[in-house]
């Protein structure tokens, strides 16, 4: 069954989301930003949970996945601080496991570290992470997306036309704002649980800077680092594989959501 299209009123914005599986909020739940705004690269692996009957969210945010107006302005910070909204009105009745893929998960992490402030139960996955120091200029950038899909699928190149066609100048726009974050200095605060993962042909996410993340990531009571099949979108390559490390990461929130309770 395809994830099915929901809006929801998150703090002034209203969000446009494709749900699979259960209800969100009613076990432990993955929230998606996908990357570069374009959310049909994610729709695979979100479809993927539902079949597993894992409650999924998968984001249109800024809204190049949709016409009309955007939701909020094409800057990571600011998809970050309205998909926090977005958790805040769906999902307060479990853990919640916030993800985003590649410029995506600059926002996740962003979402992270406002909910952990508010002591939610909720973890943050980064797939495929961008912007190494090393890469923090658009001419490297570029130079390392060369290669970064050599191992994904043609397919993607028609599934996202129609979100390129409508985020047009805005895509740069998020990548511009990614390339003005230190997102390893900002993982430094995170005191939630830290998973990371990318396709083992990533150009844009090496296993070098999945390491630094997660020794960055000082505060966080756990750190898992994760490489899987495929390059860059892996999301919509192999859905599979991604979905095995949220099932992972979800079962783990689970239990220890339950000897909390045990305990208390």
């Not at 016409?67 to 998809?79: H, L």
Request: with cysteine; aromatic share 4%; charged share 20%.
């Amino acid at each position: 069954m395809p994830p099915r299209r929901t809006r929801t009123r998150a703090g002034r914005h209203v969000v446009t989301s494709w749900e699979a599986g259960p209800p969100v909020g009613a076990a432990p739940t993955l929230v998606l930003v996908p990357g570069l705004g374009m959310p049909s690269y994610a729709v695979p692996v979100t479809t993927e949970l539902g079949r597993r009957s894992v409650p999924a969210a998968l984001l249109d945010l800024p809204g190049f996945g949709t016409r009309g107006r955007r939701t909020v302005a094409p800057d990571v910070g600011a998809i970050g601080d309205v998909a926090a909204q977005w958790v805040l009105a769906r999902c307060t009745g479990a853990p919640v496991l916030v993800a985003g893929h590649s410029t995506g998960g600059n926002a996740a992490l962003t979402a992270g570290l406002a909910l952990q402030s508010l002591g939610l139960e909720v973890s943050v996955l980064l797939v495929g992470p961008v912007f190494t120091p090393a890469q923090r200029r658009l001419p490297a950038l570029l130079a390392a997306a060369a290669l970064a899909y050599r191992r994904d699928s043609p397919r993607q190149l028609a599934d996202g036309a129609g979100d390129l066609a409508r985020g047009r100048t805005d895509v740069l726009r998020v990548v511009r704002s990614g390339l003005r974050d230190p997102v390893e200095r900002r993982i430094a605060r995170l005191e939630v649980p830290l998973v990371v993962v990318a396709g083992r042909s990533d150009s844009l996410a090496p296993r070098a800077w999945l390491q630094r993340l997660a020794e960055s990531a000082e505060r966080a009571p756990s750190v898992g680092v994760h490489s899987v099949r495929g390059s860059h979108n892996m999301p919509f390559t192999y859905p599979r594989d991604l979905a095995d490390v949220v099932s992972a990461e979800l079962h783990r929130l689970a239990e220890a959501r339950q000897v909390h309770r045990d305990v208390g």
